[in-house]
């Protein structure tokens, strides 16, 4: 969402305006890519687009995955393209912040981003029943 500079603390029509991009960035092809990726970013796609739309992750790779998706190399070289969400994406649908500092940059955002969800301990594989009621009450937060 952008670099930004002290103090910041974001105020609740920044949260409305993340949301609102949110939801046109998950409206585009690239939502297989949010789908598939699984913990909080899928949840948080869920969150944009309901459940209608986890069908669309079954129907195979978007029109995007080549140029913008995961390439992965087969046992026999063989090479496969499959929607992946790149490092700003992910960023971006956690709500993201870079809050520029003197000699450093100190990132923020709405919701924890991939690293510090696998180390939480709500990451087990699966979204649990308390995943949802942690989602719901930071959602309720906010």
């Given at each position: 969402?952008g ?8 105020p609740?029509?920044?949260y ?5 991009l949110?939801h ?13 990726h699984?913990g ?5 796609a869920?969150?944009?687009?309901g459940?209608?739309h986890?069908p ?12 913008f998706?995961d390439?992965f ?8 393209y499959?929607?992946?969400?790149s ?5 971006f649908m ?5 809050i520029?500092l ?12 991939p690293n510090?969800w ?9 979204w ?5 009621d ?5 959602l309720?937060n906010?």
């Amino acid at each position: 969402l952008g670099h930004r500079q002290p103090p910041f603390n974001p105020p609740y029509a920044d949260y409305v305006v993340y949301e609102q991009l949110r939801h046109e960035f998950m409206n585009r092809p690239r939502v297989r890519a949010a789908f598939l990726h699984g913990g909080l970013i899928w949840r948080l796609a869920l969150h944009s687009l309901g459940f209608d739309h986890l069908p669309s992750v079954v129907e195979g790779i978007s029109t995007e995955a080549v140029p913008f998706g995961d390439l992965f190399v087969g046992d026999g070289g063989q090479t496969y393209y499959d929607d992946g969400l790149s490092e700003e994406e992910i960023d971006f649908m956690c709500g993201t912040y870079y809050i520029d500092l003197h000699e450093c940059t100190t990132v923020v955002s709405w919701w924890p981003r991939p690293n510090a969800w696998n180390a939480s301990g709500l990451n087990v594989g699966f979204w649990s029943a308390r995943c949802e009621d942690w989602f719901q009450t930071c959602l309720g937060n906010i």
